[in-house]
């Protein structure tokens, strides 16, 4: 029979994925939808991934919404929305200076490329309850970045898929993910991995990041913040 995993940070509540709130623990929109004519798939996997790790909540990732301007969060925030419709996307050494320029006091940040086993490095930080922000190839020249949160096995135990949150599609109302990569690729095709979406797309794997938070520091951050012990 096949097994799913899946972080457990995400929850599915009358049809809508959510996540804890770092300030009082009650649920929050978890998956967040980029426009149609941007290409800042890699600013809301960003986004996604530290909401989901309880950094901030999710209103406060809005522009319109007040937050301290004195903190790490609001100078990332503002970093991440700084370009706009980032019509060009952002690169993986864009991503790793947002975060690192502005909040490396509380996040780590790593990296994979090609010359790592990036679908087993995945499933191992998934384990670890730790989403991963993937780069998809469909050519040479286009791109796409989504968030790894899960995995599914197959009656072996053999893994056979990696279950992500795609900000290019609608948040998922009966799974908690909405995007499933099949990790059989075809032998000797560039872009052989299934992606299975919204339809399905023929696409490479070519990069991961991965970002934690030191859980001390983020302790001492929501005491700071919302002045009550994280529990």
């Known amino acids: 029979m096949k097994q799913f995993k899946v972080i457990d940070q995400l929850s599915l509540i009358n049809g809508e994925l959510v996540c804890k709130k770092p300030s009082n623990r009650s649920y929050q929109k978890a998956h967040f ?7 800042a798939c890699g600013a809301y996997s960003v986004s996604m991934v530290l909401n989901i790790l309880g950094v901030f909540e999710a209103e406060e990732l809005y522009s319109d919404t007040y937050f301290d301007r004195r903190t790490a969060e609001w100078k990332l925030i503002k970093a991440l929305n700084e370009n706009g419709l980032y019509r060009d996307g952002l690169t993986s050494n864009e991503i790793q200076e947002i975060v690192t320029k502005n909040y490396s006091k509380y996040a780590n940040i790593q990296y994979a ?4 086993d990036i679908i ?3 499933k191992q930080w998934i384990d670890e309850n730790v989403p991963v922000i993937l780069r998809m190839g469909y050519d040479a020249h286009n791109g796409h970045w989504i968030v790894a949160v899960g995995y599914a096995l197959n009656e072996k135990n053999e893994l ?11 948040s998922p109302k009966y799974c908690l993910w909405n995007g499933i990569l099949n990790i059989n690729k075809e032998h000797r095709k560039k872009y052989g991995y299934h992606y299975n979406t919204d339809r399905l797309y023929l696409v490479d794997v070519d990069e991961a990041i991965i970002i934690t938070i030191s859980r001390f520091d983020f302790y001492r951050l929501i005491y700071n913040l919302y002045g009550q012990e994280y529990e």
């Open 120 to 122: 087993e490095l995945t």
């Open 160 to 170: 056979t898929d990696i279950l992500t949150l795609d900000p290019g599609n609608g």
């Open 33 to 39: 939808k980029q426009g149609d004519l941007d290409g």
């Open 113 to 116: 490329n090609k010359e790592n």
